[in-house]
């Protein structure tokens, strides 16, 4: 009796199976593999442009946007109640924070220990300081600024594993240098595992283009950072890579001495980075270490960025100079056309 009705229900499991097979086969095949949908919103404090060029569904483009509110709300160091502001608010106690901000974390302290430093994710406190980019900008005096730097200190971000850490002495986190390029890996992987082969994710200047356009690579603008508009100075084509830009035009004030006062920070004077450069891009698959290292060559001026750069296999970078001179690594050569002739190629 048991082995029959064993039998007969698996027959039936059987018979399920196939039905569910046949409905997701159908699914599948009816679902539009050419599909494309593009939106624009302001997340991450940022204009952010997701272009999906194939495989797109309205779910999809949800999902990917969620995902960059989930981030921002984790890793900004500016909203209360985030990660880092948990983080920086915890006074020596062990704060557990979400997967991705320990990930992120910890990826930021190998790269900056790679950077020398001039990435430096335990300055905190010194951004807050300035507060460039929100209300509160203002010069501060040398003596806060001196107070800010002792605060800083690789050493004193402990990772404890299991998601936790600790943070001591008066050390405050910010990944503000490094979250878009992490929030651009998320959106490439994110769209791969949803069948995506083609899409220009733009998440404010940080670019990730999947795959190519067609049979072409996808060309991407270099901005010009003498302009106030949209305006590129230049192209590259590039396929399944990110291109990041940092520059001395993209948060800045004018405080009461009249000087302007941009957001990159020189971790050892203290004060926004001063060397010839205006904007630098860095393209590398990972955008996450794109995006450390975009802001670590900033602070490394023209000559040590080169090296750095041309140290680091498979990254290539680009540097535009106050004097609208443009250099750039030996593999980006063949794949870099100057559009602006106000701009000089340096070979
Ligand atoms: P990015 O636009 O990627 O170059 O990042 C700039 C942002 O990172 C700033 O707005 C600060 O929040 C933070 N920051 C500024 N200077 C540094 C630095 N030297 N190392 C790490 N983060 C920095
Ligand atoms: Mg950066």
């Known amino acids: 009796m048991n082995r029959l009705f064993l039998f007969l229900g698996g027959m039936m499991k059987k018979r399920v199976l196939a039905v569910f097979l046949l409905c997701l086969l159908l699914l599948t095949s009816c679902a539009d593999t050419t599909a494309t949908m593009k939106e624009v919103q302001f997340v991450m404090s940022t204009v952010v442009s997701l272009d999906l060029r194939d495989h797109a569904t309205p779910v999809l483009m949800k ?26 608010q915890s006074q020596g106690e062990v704060v557990t924070v979400d997967p991705s901000t320990y990930h992120v974390i910890e990826k930021a302290l190998e790269y900056s220990r790679v950077a020398g430093g001039t990435f430096d994710p335990s300055i905190g406190h010194l951004v807050n300081l300035w507060g460039i980019g929100t209300e509160k900008a203002k010069l ?20 404890l594993g299991n998601n936790q850490l600790r943070l001591h002495g008066e050390t405050q986190v910010d990944i503000g240098a490094i979250a878009k390029g992490y929030a651009a890996d998320e959106m490439v992987r994110i769209a791969k595992e949803a069948g995506v082969k083609s899409a220009i994710f733009n998440l404010g200047g940080n670019v990730y283009v999947l795959g190519s356009k067609g049979k072409s690579p996808f060309r991407v603008g270099i901005q010009n950072p003498f302009s106030d508009r949209d305006d590129y100075l230049g192209i590259v084509d590039v396929q399944d890579t990110s291109v990041v830009t940092s520059g001395n035009y993209e948060r800045f004030f004018v405080a009461d001495d009249g000087k302007r006062y941009h957001h990159i920070l020189d971790p050892q004077t203290g004060y926004p980075a001063e060397s010839e450069l205006s904007g630098v891009t860095v393209i590398s698959s990972n955008s996450t270490m794109a995006d450390a290292f975009s802001t670590a060559i900033f602070v490394m001026g023209l000559e040590k960025g080169m090296d750095f750069i041309e140290s680091i296999e498979g990254v290539e970078a680009l540097f535009v100079t106050n004097t609208r001179d443009v250099y750039m690594t030996s593999g980006l050569r063949s794949s870099f056309t100057l559009t602006d002739n106000t701009f000089r190629l340096v070979e």
């Not at 509110?69 to 990660?83: A, C, H, P």
């Not at 501060?140 to 990772?159: C, D, K, M, V, W």
């Open 140 to 159: 501060p005096t040398q003596e806060e600024i001196e107070e800010a730097l002792q605060s800083r200190g690789l050493e004193n971000i402990e990772l």
């Open 63 to 88: 999902t990917l946007m969620n995902r960059l509110s989930e981030i921002d709300v984790l890793m900004s160091l500016q909203k209360r109640g985030s990660d880092i502001d948990r983080l920086n």
